[in-house]
């Protein structure tokens, strides 16, 4: 498994990370769980995404669980705040007290004494950015954060965080976590020229499109057990899933065939294409689909297939 540097900072980070959403402490029982964390990390997966609010903190305890017996130093933990906890007022958003207190609470469910990055799960329109730039100041300054990052904020507002840290010189945001895939490209046009001339690297989730682009809904399919068949955690689906969409995915396979691919190795190698790409968050049920998603570490596509997507899916967009 091949790292990367998330943006300027020095911190390295595996190119696969193992995500949370959707599994872990929901879809997925614990000793299942169990199973693909630790077949991840011995297929060299190091970094290890989720968030307080996943599962309402049970992703994070399974997390821990699982890693405890992991030398701390071999791993990469990110987590997240921002999304309701609960319905008591201060138990959500960016404000200096809910962030504190949602450091507390994950460093005591993943069991660990630091969180290598922590993220601001949405932009808080309702807290200036100053008081989430000082909160995060004093929290690395502590020893309880290294790093931390946003996730699907815009370039202007990843410029206004970037200004406030340096107005009163603390730590700039090294990351940002955006979804991005062949079928959702929005970040190009704003959000990664910004990060990269302001050092932020990014962390993607969703580069399968929620498994669209491994090809398995092609064809009308609906294979039994898969995510677009749970009305719970395939709501987040939506347009994937239109007939125009999936013809578009379906007339990818000759791309991948042509390369000896896997659909999935595909579009994991074309997200990592861009070098302000640090790492793709795969999500994973089964240990088997980790050891085919790992070999996309290392590709390299030829610009022939990537003009070939590019003719196929808008160069730009949501």
């Known amino acids: 498994m091949e790292t990367r540097r998330i943006g300027n900072s020095g911190l390295e980070v595996t190119e696969l990370a193992l995500g949370s959403w ?3 402490g929901s879809a997925v029982d614990i000793p299942e769980s169990a199973k693909v ?10 970094f290890f995404d989720t968030a307080d609010v996943y599962a309402t903190g049970a992703a994070e305890e399974v997390l821990g669980q699982t890693l405890r017996n992991i030398p701390r130093h071999h ?3 990110a987590t997240k705040c921002f999304f309701a906890m609960s319905d008591r007022p ?5 404000s200096r007290k809910h962030v504190f207190e949602s450091v507390h609470g994950s460093l005591k469910r993943l069991g660990t004494d630091y969180i290598d990055i922590h993220q601001c799960h949405r932009y808080d329109s309702d807290t200036p950015v100053s008081e989430t730039v000082r909160a995060y100041d004093d929290l690395i300054r502590m020893g309880k954060v290294l790093y931390w990052g946003v996730s699907e904020w815009s370039a202007a507002q990843i410029q206004e965080a970037c200004d406030a840290a340096d107005a009163i010189g603390a730590p700039r945001p090294i990351s940002n976590q955006p979804n991005y895939s062949i079928m959702r490209r929005g970040i190009e046009d ?3 020229p910004t990060s990269k001339s302001l050092g932020l690297g990014q962390i993607v989730f969703s580069p399968l499109a929620q498994g669209v682009l491994t090809g ?9 057990g898969s995510r677009a068949t749970d009305q719970k955690h395939g709501r987040f689906m939506g347009r994937y899933l239109e007939a ?8 990818l396979f000759p ?3 042509g390369l000896g691919l896997s659909m999935s190795q595909l579009a994991l190698a074309w997200c990592l294409r861009d070098r302000g790409v640090a790492s793709v968050i795969v999500g994973a049920t089964r240990p088997e689909q980790l050891e085919e998603n790992c070999k996309a570490s290392g590709v390299t596509l030829p610009q022939e297939a990537i003009d070939r997507i590019d003719t196929t899916f808008e160069t730009h967009g949501s």
Do not use: R
């Open 22 to 24: 959707l599994t872990f």
């Open 37 to 46: 964390i630790e077949s991840a990390y011995d297929l060299g997966i190091s």
């Open 75 to 77: 791993l990469v933990i």
């Open 90 to 94: 201060n138990d959500k958003g960016l």
């Open 190 to 192: 704003g959000v990664l």
């Open 216 to 224: 398995k809904y092609c064809g009308g399919a609906m294979p039994s």
């Open 244 to 251: 125009a969409e999936l013809a578009k995915v379906e007339s």
């Open 255 to 257: 791309v991948a065939d």
